[in-house]
């Protein structure tokens, strides 16, 4: 514990045991499944803003953005631009669908349009999704307080994992929202805080900052060209786009949140409020990525020992020091940006901000993950447990499910978090699983909610080419020299954008080569409601 003093750990402890005390606090209030799942639609739309705004504010952005930012540009940036019009699309058509519905699943729809068939698919695509974003949040908070403490990766996950099982359990959606209400701002104060400090041991200052950044074409957001095979502008838009919709239209996490509104009215704007707050908070982690830069490009000597360390841990053990000091002066930037900014923490933090910005790392992770182990015992329970092993089931074996389901998921979560030790970016990690298992989900939902003509065989056969498409797409890289041109040749991010497209056209094809269409006339066919 040598890079924390007293102070910090006070801070850390007392922030700890306050968001326990929150739980324990809206434990009282949680009688039934309506209150735990939504609040029972008492929650303003500015608190939901701010919620949804702390989830997208994960520690992949606390530590993954400026790690990123680090070791390439900006072209990750594009992301968080395509946002106003996945929120637009969200506002106008998918919030006032899922309040007319009534249901607190997002999924419930899809077998009643398609069958349980289409509802269970996507409810294993949705938890698969949540998986890989817990454990890569539980990753990012390892790899900072690892650094601070020299505790184990695998030891600080389970004591972090075991205080956020303990308080999601305990409050329910109502502690989630109003702890990320509070979390949203910690986090932020914790990123000015961090970018003040960088400035303020920066010789030249933002100037200088400024001038190294450009230098190394820091700033660049892509190339313009219509290249998709690179991760260029138009790549990481179409992405950003695609995963933003599938964010705001089909995940549970954000479905949820529009239940805990008084009115749609209150949903739809706490989905703006969500972009008008990241959008800035975003540009700034790029912002203290670059100017971590160009502080180590004035002062590389202080960053040795980051290299040393990541070199060592893909050496055998037998290497020795020479070997250990070549192997650390061929290393890249994107090799160790994820730890640049632990270690400019533990350098050149004074005693009691660290403390300040660990917890708000903590918020950050914690946010995101209590919000993900709610909506997936919510699916799990409504979805899974309750439509194939117990229907009917009565209000407190509801709430002991959606309590299990909770525990549950936050142990998966753990333990996906400890098979990620070793990547080089969870940014890049959390994309690419994000892009895979959201694909299909999205294509799927968009077919079901558009199209009034396409029927159960139809959405199964497109669904079914799809995740060939899919599986094509994510695993033919790995084929031999020999195979060279059955490789996908898109780069990775293409195929969430790629999976929905042939899901959602190839269900229209059918419909369209079926000679007789039938008229969505069936009551089971939902038709989207306009706001």
């Known amino acids: 514990m040598n890079n924390l003093r007293v102070l910090d750990l006070a801070i850390i402890a007392l922030y700890l045991v306050a968001m326990i005390a929150v739980g324990v606090y809206f434990a009282r209030k949680n009688k039934n499944p309506e209150q735990y799942s939504s609040a029972s639609g008492s929650i303003p739309g500015w608190a939901i803003g701010m919620s949804i705004y702390a989830t997208f504010l994960s520690s992949n952005t606390f530590l993954g953005v400026p ?39 997002a999924y419930t729809h899809l077998e009643k349009r398609f069958g349980s068939w289409a ?17 890569s949040i539980f990753f990012g908070i390892a790899l900072t307080l690892q650094a601070l403490t020299g505790f184990s990766m695998e030891m600080i996950m389970l004591v972090t994992g075991i205080c956020i099982i303990v308080y999601t359990v305990l409050g329910g959606i109502e502690a989630v929202i109003w702890t990320e209400v509070v979390q949203g701002v910690i986090k932020t104060f914790g990123a000015l805080l961090i970018l003040y400090l960088i400035v303020e041991n920066m010789p030249g200052g933002v100037a200088n900052i400024g001038t190294i950044g450009q230098q190394n074409d820091k700033f660049s957001l892509g190339g313009f060209a219509p290249d998709f095979t690179q991760s260029t502008f138009w790549v990481v838009l179409l992405y950003g786009f695609f995963i933003n919709l599938n964010n705001f239209g089909v995940d549970q996490n954000y479905v949820q949140r529009y239940h805990t509104a008084a009115s749609a009215k209150q949903a739809a704007k706490s989905i703006w409020l969500c972009v008008l707050l990241y959008l800035p908070a975003s540009l700034l982690f790029f912002v203290i990525g670059t100017a971590l830069f160009a502080y180590y490009q004035v002062h590389p000597e202080l960053i040795e020992a980051v290299k040393l360390k990541v070199a060592a841990e893909r050496l055998p053990l037998t290497a020795s020091v020479a070997q250990i000091s070549q192997a650390a002066a061929q290393l890249l930037p994107t090799d160790y940006g994820d730890k640049v900014m632990p270690h400019f923490m533990v350098t050149k933090i004074p005693p009691g901000f660290v403390g300040l910005i ?51 998921v936050g142990l998966m979560g753990m333990g996906t978090g400890i098979a990620m030790i070793g990547v080089k970016s969870v940014l890049d990690v959390w994309w690419e699983l994000s892009g895979i298992f959201a694909a299909g989900m999205l294509g799927l939902f968009l077919l079901a909610v558009i199209s009034r003509q ?19 797409m994510t695993f033919s890289p790995s084929l031999p020299e020999s195979f060279g041109p059955l490789r996908n040749p898109l780069h990775k991010s293409m195929i969430i954008v790629v999976g929905t497209l042939t899901i959602f056209l190839i269900g229209l094809l059918l419909s369209r080569l079926r000679k007789s269409p039938v008229v969505a006339s069936r009551p089971e066919e939902i038709e989207l409601p306009v706001h």
């Not at 917890?359 to 997936?376: E, Y």
């Open 119 to 135: 509802r269970t698919y996507a409810v294993v695509c949705f938890l698969l999704t949540q998986l890989a974003r817990i454990g």
């Open 358 to 408: 660990v917890s708000a790392i903590l918020s950050a992770a914690m946010s995101t993950i209590s919000s993900g182990m709610n909506a997936s015992a919510t699916v799990f329970t409504a979805d899974i447990y309750e439509r194939y092993f117990k229907p009917n089931l009565s209000g407190r074996q509801t709430m002991r499910m959606l309590h299990l389901g909770t525990v549950v």
């Open 454 to 472: 396409t029927r159960n065989h139809e959405a199964l056969t497109a669904t079914a080419i799809g995740v060939l498409v899919i599986l094509w």
């Open 67 to 105: 790690g990123k930012a680090f070791g390439t540009n900006w072209n990750a940036f594009v992301f968080s631009v395509s946002m106003p019009l996945a929120a637009w699309v969200a506002a106008r058509y998918f919030v006032p669908f899922y309040r007319s519905t009534g249901e607190i699943s």
